[in-house]
């Protein structure tokens, strides 16, 4: 007999925060969507075909293109740690193909009343060249006049050298493959990088959606006062504005409820990151919690810490299917 719908969402929900890892996480969500929406053979492949993952990364990267992405993929993590220093400067650009300028962009210490917008950050600019270090001193000149004076500024500013040092390095090595390779693969290499970025980002989302739906897991199952459970009174605001289906009018004319969640929603990833993902666990979580009962078959393992969702067996042991007692070694 087919498993009813209010346990393919629960077991959605469950095994997106039971999975090992973020990228994995991505995955049981696709596979868990197909069954809890009934979707047909064909999507899994569309769907898990379009997932960004570290697996389609590597099997999409050239070996030849390896190097320069790694190049610029430190490029990207160096400008994040500068741009993300606890201090009033950034730097907006680096043209090392021919000016070999650094932009920095300097947030003003006081507003400057004088000026139709006080808060505008100005522009520096320190001229690197093609040799020698009088550039690094230009920054730490520049860093003295213009950041704030305090003791834990001595620390942020030995950073931020630091980090220009490598990344202007990093910009040479870059420039000589680039001179030495077609436009076609830089731009191939570019777009890998920006590709492996955003795998980055989904991977950051996925983990931190995980230990959300671990908390939402623990305290719908302890708590004591549903009614006046913050966390089921905020997951319900989401499902309520999330469950507005739709009317439509098929080729025949008749009228018809447009699914909530269609395959293209998933295969065409609609919205961003996080509520793409969280969406679809609050509709699915809402939607087991509504069969009387449910509630309480939901069990965390004592042994590996793992959510399940309790059949017979576990209901008299309280353990996941691979923690049971009675499970054959």
């Not at 069954?35 to 898990?48: C, D, M, V």
């Not at 490598?166 to 040479?172: C, Q």
Request: with cysteine; hydrophobic share 40%.
């Amino acid at each position: 007999m087919k498993e009813k719908r209010d346990l393919h969402f629960g077991k959605l929900v469950v095994e997106f925060a039971n999975a090992p890892t973020p990228e994995e996480a991505g995955a049981v969500f696709i596979r868990g969507a197909a069954k809890a929406f009934g979707f047909g053979p064909g999507f899994l492949a569309q769907a898990l075909g379009g997932d960004p993952t570290r697996k389609l990364f590597e099997d999409t990267l050239s070996a030849g293109n390896r190097a320069l992405v790694e190049h610029l993929l430190e490029e990207r993590r160096l400008l994040s740690v500068i741009n993300n220093l606890p201090c009033n400067i950034s730097l907006a650009s680096y043209d090392y193909d021919d000016a070999r300028t650094l932009t920095f962009k300097i947030q003003p210490l006081e507003p400057k009343w004088e000026n139709e917008n006080p808060y505008e950050e100005d522009l520096f600019r320190v001229n690197v060249g093609t040799g020698g270090m009088a550039w690094l001193e230009a920054v730490s000149e520049m860093f003295d006049d213009r950041a704030p004076l305090s003791t834990d500024m001595d620390e942020v500013k030995e950073q931020l050298l630091a980090c220009m040092k490598e990344y202007v390095e990093l910009g040479d090595r870059i420039l000589a493959i680039r001179r030495a390779i077609p436009a076609e693969r830089m731009h191939e290499a570019q777009k890998m990088a920006a590709f492996y970025s955003r795998i980055q980002a989904e991977q950051e989302v996925l983990a931190e959606l995980q230990e959300r739906w671990k908390m939402i897991l623990g305290e719908i199952m302890e708590a004591k006062d549903l009614p006046r459970n913050q966390t089921l009174l905020d997951l319900l605001l989401v499902y309520n504005a999330v469950n507005r289906q739709e009317l439509a009018v098929s080729d025949d004319g008749a009228l018809y409820e447009k699914p909530l969640f269609e395959e293209s929603y998933f295969t065409e990833r609609a919205g961003l990151a996080d509520e793409y993902y969280h969406n679809v666990l609050v509709y699915a979580f809402i939607g087991f919690l509504k069969t009387a009962g449910n509630r309480e078959k939901l069990g965390k393992c004592p042994s590996c810490s793992a959510f399940f969702i309790a059949g017979p067996r576990q209901a008299a042991s309280r353990h996941c299917d691979d923690c049971h007692p009675a499970r054959p070694a």
